[in-house]
């Protein structure tokens, strides 16, 4: 089946998850990705979570995989000239050249943009980092924990109420938005490549690409520059754009306009006297008895569990959403539906469950092929296709230029 990416070649030197998703989805539309690896392999190898499983499936990096997958993998030694030598090798015939290197570290091994456009003036030069590549934190490493969310603003904006404990995101959570927003500028670059002739350099970053999913906010603040208010559940505009607890524990989303959806809630509570309520006739003096109004409404709702109320809800056309775990996500139909997690073989282990890019294209699949490469897998084939003798490849491995 032919694929967007499928004459495109991307050559990758990155670790971690951020630059590294960015380079899975562009596997998973066709692309054809060299994954450059430290003698030591990519340390996020071995990091993830194992599976609560016993199959023969059990012992696959899993966590690794879903960043990694559809890829060929070789290992460098970037500190030798060899080493640099074989990734310009790779770079000559390339589209793109992918990295979360910072740009003193491009600069020092001579991959930044002007030695490896000097090569190949083609390339798009793609680079991921924290904080970007210039100002003055461009030299500053970052995870997704701490520039995406923390430096951003997201995890301050995210407390319950101007007090609240600075919540805890999930692992990669900042890395993946960050790789979407890479992926659509190497899209446009390429585009722009073939246009004009000429190669492109661009890059992004975890803090860049928080503060834009946070451009609703900022639209604002970046103009009067006052801190944001952060609402506890009582203080917010609206009691139909809050949640709820339910009485099994689990909580659910409402979100509705004011004032259209008011009398329409009141009657899937089956409290239609709160239409009425002076307290609550207009949105305004609803918003003035939040205090009284979310416990009136919490009251009601733990007499039955969030699926019992979800039926209710459907039935009165009200937009509502369920807080799920993520093992309820894993098996919700819907997700099943719309083949959220497909099958990867896994050759002489069977078959495994992963995650799929968000894209869906109706002329061409964009599952993932194939798992994630061990360390090194494909040295020997990609020094082979670049001309390189055995003989020279096994002094390159004497020498520890590569493994």
Not at 301 to 307: A, C, E
Request: glycine share 8%.
């Amino acid at each position: 089946m032919t694929k967007p990416l499928d004459d495109i070649t991307v050559i990758e030197i990155d670790n971690w998850m951020a630059a590294p998703s960015a380079a899975a989805i562009l596997a998973d539309l066709g692309a054809t990705v060299i994954k450059i690896e430290p003698l030591s392999g990519d340390p996020m190898r071995g990091m993830g979570r194992k599976p609560k499983i016993d199959d023969d499936t059990k012992d696959h990096d899993f966590q690794f995989d879903v960043d990694n997958r559809g890829k060929q993998s070789i290992l460098l030694d970037l500190t030798q000239d060899a080493a640099i030598g074989i990734v310009k090798d790779l770079c000559r015939n390339a589209n793109v050249f992918l990295c979360n290197l910072l740009l003193r570290r491009q600069q020092k091994f001579g991959l930044d943009p002007e030695s490896l456009l000097a090569v190949n003036p083609k390339l798009v030069h793609a680079t991921l980092t924290g904080y970007g590549t210039t100002g003055p934190d461009a030299w500053r490493p970052g995870y997704d924990v701490t520039a995406f969310f923390g430096r951003s603003g997201l995890y301050d904006a995210m407390r319950e109420g101007n007090d609240g404990i600075v919540p805890m995101a999930r692992p990669a959570q900042g890395d993946h938005t960050a790789g979407l927003a890479l992926v659509g500028a190497i899209l446009a670059a390429i585009r722009q490549t073939e246009k004009t002739g000429e190669g492109q350099v661009l890059e992004t970053s975890l803090y860049e690409t928080a503060v834009w999913t946070q451009a609703t906010d900022f639209a604002t603040t970046a103009v009067d520059r006052a801190p944001l208010r952060k609402r506890a559940r009582h203080e917010q505009l609206s009691a139909t754009a809050n949640r709820y607890p339910c009485g099994d524990g689990n909580w659910i989303v409402i979100n509705m306009p004011e004032p259209f959806w008011w009398p329409r809630f009141c009657e899937s509570l089956g409290k239609p006297e709160w239409i009425k309520d002076e307290r609550f006739v207009e949105a305004r003096d609803r918003y003035r008895s939040m205090d009284i109004l979310v416990p009136m409404i919490d009251e009601v709702l733990i007499t039955k569990t969030r699926d019992e109320w979800g039926v209710i809800f459907d039935e009165h056309g009200i937009i509502w959403g369920p807080v799920m775990g993520l093992h309820e996500v894993a098996q919700d139909p819907q997700a099943e539906a719309i083949n959220l997690f497909p099958r990867i073989s896994l050759e002489g282990k069977g078959e495994y469950r992963t995650v799929r890019i968000p894209m869906n294209f109706h002329t061409f699949d964009a599952l993932p092929s194939k798992p994630a490469p061990t360390a090194g897998q494909h040295t020997n084939e990609v020094l082979s296709g670049l001309g390189y003798s055995q003989q020279q490849i096994i002094d390159l491995a004497a020498l520890k230029v590569i493994y």
